[in-house]
């Protein structure tokens, strides 16, 4: 198994720009991790449009609505302290990467890594990692399936190690954690 992925956003790159951190970075497969994956500002980047523009240049396309960001305050209260996040999404999220709708996102997408010619990018719109929910999932894969991740960043082919997030905490075999 290619136990190595990328991460990338699209953010308002034009698309012969985002295909060319592809290109450069061997990309086979894109996970798209949009909750809705779809753009008004960047109509390249809505679903159809990246479903039929990989195709010509054989890259896969698979939209992940399970691990997509975007999530409402929890009406259950967590059991696990993730009081770790300031920011109002990631605190939602954070609560999300607990349940099994979650756990079954990551075992589609690492279904999807493992049946990969070539290398994986997670994406979403969010230009930087720090900034965006794919942070989460990338400690979440470093931490517990033992994966390196990579994220694309900038307009260069070079791509730098995801630093794990300072406060997040391995609790199980299937399970992160963000205290304070």
Not at 8 to 33: C, P, T, Y
Not at 54 to 75: A, F
Not at 112 to 134: I, K, T, Y
Request: hydrophobic content about 35%; some cysteine; aromatic content about 12%.
């Amino acid at each position: 198994m290619n136990l190595r992925y990328f991460t990338i956003g699209h953010s308002n790159r034009q698309w012969d720009e985002f295909m060319r951190l592809l290109e450069d970075n061997k990309i086979a497969s894109i996970a798209d991790v949009r909750r809705y994956p779809g753009s008004r500002v960047c109509p390249q980047f809505n679903k159809e449009n990246m479903i039929r523009e990989l195709l010509i240049k054989s890259i896969e396309y698979r939209h992940i609505e399970k691990l997509g960001g975007r999530r409402k305050q929890s009406d259950k209260t967590s059991v696990y302290d993730n009081s770790g996040w300031q920011n109002k999404s990631f605190k939602f999220y954070k609560d999300y990467v607990v349940t099994s709708s979650f756990k079954e996102g990551i075992k589609e997408l690492l279904l999807l890594l493992a049946n990969c010619d070539g290398f994986l990018a997670v994406m979403c719109s969010e230009a930087v990692p720090w900034r965006c929910h794919r942070r989460l999932i990338a400690d979440y894969l470093i931490m517990i399936e033992g994966i390196s991740v990579y994220n694309i960043i900038g307009n260069s082919k070079r791509f730098k190690p995801h630093k794990v997030t300072s406060f997040a905490l391995r609790q199980s075999d299937d399970l992160v954690v963000f205290p304070n």
